[in-house]
């Protein structure tokens, strides 16, 4: 899967350092999710990876609790995240940009992955 044409992807605007992505081609095109922590494991003598998600948006096809438990669904993600890490490794200047925008007091005010409202804090003021 490429970047800009499978999927797109940005630092979250609501977890500082998880990745947004939204999914633009084949089966799952339409699913906006954000992956959080990772790494790999050894359990029962063999390597895992593992990996966290939160879906955003999962088109009316799927059902979001079902899909989650979609041991295709999990695995399509796992290659994709490991897509997400290659580019990022391939092209170390544009993402030391971008993680430096996102830590920044401003943070990632930027983004393009749009997620519905109700996901976001509502800001109260205090007098």
């Keep these: 899967m490429?970047?800009?044409i499978?999927?797109?992807y940005e630092?979250?605007?609501?977890?500082?350092?998880h990745i947004r992505v939204q999914i633009l081609t084949g089966k799952y095109a339409g699913i906006i999710?954000?992956?959080?922590?990772?790494g790999i494991a050894q359990w029962e003598d063999k390597n895992v990876f593992n990996f966290d998600y939160i879906l955003y948006q999962v088109p009316d096809?799927?059902?979001?609790?079902?899909?989650?438990?979609?041991g295709e669904f999990n695995e399509f993600l796992a290659y994709l995240l490991v897509?997400?890490?290659?580019?990022?490794n391939k092209n170390p200047a544009e993402e030391y940009k971008n993680l430096m925008q996102a830590a920044s007091a401003r943070g990632a005010l930027q983004n393009t992955i749009k997620i519905d409202?109700?996901?976001?804090?509502?800001q109260v003021e205090i007098v």
């Design 117 to 122: 409202p109700k996901f976001y804090f509502k």
């Design 33 to 38: 999710l954000e992956f959080g922590g990772s």
């Design 83 to 88: 897509d997400i890490i290659d580019y990022k």
């Design 61 to 70: 096809q799927f059902h979001g609790p079902r899909l989650r438990t979609d």
């Design 11 to 17: 630092y979250s605007d609501l977890n500082v350092f």
């Design 6 to 8: 499978d999927f797109v």
């Design 2 to 4: 490429k970047n800009g």
